[in-house]
Nanobody
Framework: VQLQASGGGSVQAGGSLRLSCKAS????????MAWYRRSPGKERELVAS???????DYVDSVKGRFTISRDNGKNTVLLQMTSLKPEDTGVYFC????????WGQGTQVTVSS
């Protein structure tokens, strides 16, 4: 049972990145999934989430710039990030929302000005 995140990197402000989180070992389609980030000097925050039915929600700071989606056939949740800002810099984690939470390893996103 695990989540494997990938897709981080370094980009300039205004650029784009796509994060991917591959799930294995559980019934992925049944769970709400989420992306969190931990930015320097800040608490970990919820960035975006998506229900098993595909309904998405976002923190205000990323609305209109980030899109969360899921492919249940591939057991994957994606986070498409556009118009990136330096304040989006941080370590991004995917998470399975459940009674027993499951976290993936983080992937670093660095946005330079």
């Amino acid at each position: 049972v695990q989540l494997q995140a990938s897709g981080g990197g370094s980009v300039q402000a205004g650029g784009s990145l796509r994060l991917s989180c591959k799930a294995s070992g559980f019934a992925f389609a049944s769970y709400r999934m989420a992306w969190y980030r931990r930015s320097p000097g800040k608490e970990r925050e919820l960035v975006a989430s998506i229900t098993s039915g595909g309904s998405a929600d976002y923190v205000d700071s990323v609305k209109g710039r980030f899109t969360i989606s899921r492919d249940n056939g591939k057991n994957t949740v994606l986070l498409q990030m556009t118009s990136l800002k330096p304040e989006d810099t941080g370590v991004y984690f995917c998470k399975r929302d459940s009674n027993v939470a499951l976290w993936g390893q983080g992937t670093q996103v660095t946005v330079s000005s």
